[in-house]
């Protein structure tokens, strides 16, 4: 049962502190959290409105927000939130995975005191809304936390590179999926706090193991959580049954 308090705590800045860079991770978060769902449009005037910023900063966001991959501009038709297939999908999971793991396998060499406080938090908070059984957007925009000041205790240079290259799967609904209960929130819990107590040993082989079971294990309870296709009747049934 929640607690009815929130845990949507500030999350680390994705880019520098201009108008741009906050309304794209704004967008990006309402994408994040399944808010905006894939194939949905991006109006620049409704999102003008609404954020009180000019068209030509929306423009410049939704800009970001392509270069990310989790929107797609097409000409004289605007944006719309971008739809990935599921092949591309198993492929972005992968890189995800092993970008993961090198960040943690960097923030165990060169975390300062403050990364790692800043770390713990995240993880405090997930276990907190763990026990709770808290909403899943609450749970998400915490794991999103955690990935970012993951990247951050990996360095400033590797931070920019990871957080450019690490690839978004905007199906955010399903991204969630692992996480809708309390079981789900348990375990990612749990294993964030092994990749945070890897990186206070430092010891860069168990923070980069640790984060790939935490990955991996995430891809594994969102499929286990997916509805399975229904079966194909084969095809000498659907001849029997025609020529009948």
């Known amino acids: 049962m ?81 739809m990935v297939s599921p092949a591309s999908v198993a492929d972005m999971i992968e890189l995800h995975v092993d970008l993961t793991a090198l960040a943690a396998r960097y923030a165990a060499e060169r975390a300062s005191p403050a990364h790692i406080s800043r770390i ?9 809304v763990a026990e709770d059984v808290g909403s899943p957007q609450e749970f998400q925009h915490l794991r999103i936390g955690f990935a970012r000041t993951l990247f951050e205790a990996a360095g400033p240079v590797l931070a920019e590179r990871l957080r450019s290259a690490a690839p978004v799967v905007p199906h955010h609904g399903r991204a969630m999926e692992d996480v809708r209960d309390g079981v789900g929130q348990a375990e990612a819990a749990k294993l ?9 040993a430092k010891s860069p082989e168990a923070a980069a193991k640790a984060a790939e079971r935490l990955l991996r294990r995430h891809a594994e309870r969102t499929a286990e959580k997916l509805p399975k296709p229904a079966p194909q009747r084969q095809a000498g049934q659907r001849k029997a049954r025609t020529a009948a």
Not at 6 to 28: F, K, M, V, W, Y
């Open 2 to 82: 929640s607690c009815g308090h929130t845990h949507t705590i500030p999350l680390p800045p994705a880019g520098d502190d201009s108008q741009t860079s906050r309304l794209a991770d704004e967008l990006a978060m309402s994408i994040h959290l399944g808010q905006v769902a894939p194939g949905a449009p991006l109006r620049e005037v409704e999102i003008a409105d609404g954020h009180g910023v000019s068209r030509t900063i929306v423009r410049a966001a939704l800009q970001r927000l392509e270069a990310q991959g989790l929107a797609e501009i097409v000409l004289n038709k605007g944006a719309r939130v971008r």
């Open 192 to 200: 964030s706090r092994a990749v945070l107590n890897a990186i206070e």
């Open 120 to 128: 713990e938090q995240f993880v405090d908070m997930l276990e907190h």
